[in-house]
């Protein structure tokens, strides 16, 4: 019995983790509001190692539509500026030697399908994976039962893993129709 509970518990943690990576994922896709997350995994070097942005400089957003960076150090400036336009991101810095900006310009209609189409395949590998995660927790209980667990036992787990797996992937659907509606909002 404990088993089941143990692959139950693990079952449920391994696709939480899932639908909170995808929403993680989600919060990097703008929609046209300027935000300080759309700069979360940008890293500059820093004496020699590479450090996350959010280390070497205060970002903030004093508008819907600009970000600002204010470097800890003046020495750092050049270096982000060169980091922000290298990332892809399609964002165009603006330094004044203190602070950079980034004007994050109105969405057009056609990069607000683009977007939402991102966003349902960020939304589409949350669901694989918490349908791997089902798969995995599946061959586990039905190595279970070969291994002498009760019938009915197993067969109970194996709805709750189902239930689980639904339930995962309704919060999944419910993320997906919030961003659209967030990203096709003008």
Known sequence: MEDIDFYLEHA????????????HEL?????GKATPSMLDGLSVEYYGAMTPLNQVASVTTPDART??????????????????INSNLG?????????????????????????????????ENGKISVRNVRKEVMDSLKKLLKDGVAE?????????????TDNHTKRLDDMMDAKEKDIMTI
Do not use: C, W, Y
């Not at 449920?12 to 929403?23: G, L, P, R, Y």
């Not at 919060?27 to 929609?31: D, E, L, S, V, W």
């Not at 970000?67 to 922000?84: G, L, N, Q, T, Y």
């Not at 009915?152 to 689980?164: F, N, P, R, T, W």
């Open 12 to 23: 449920d943690e391994q696709m939480d983790k899932s639908v909170e990576h995808a929403n």
């Open 27 to 31: 919060t990097k896709i703008r929609a």
């Open 67 to 84: 970000i600002s960076i204010r470097p800890f150090e003046k020495k750092m400036i050049a270096d982000i500026e060169r980091m922000i």
């Open 91 to 123: 964002f165009n810095p603006q330094n004044d030697g203190e602070l950079i900006r980034i004007n994050i310009p109105p969405l057009t209609e056609e990069r607000r399908l683009s977007l939402v189409k991102q966003a349902k395949a960020e939304i």
């Open 152 to 164: 009915d036992m197993v067969k109970s787990a194996e709805d709750e893993v189902q239930k689980l």
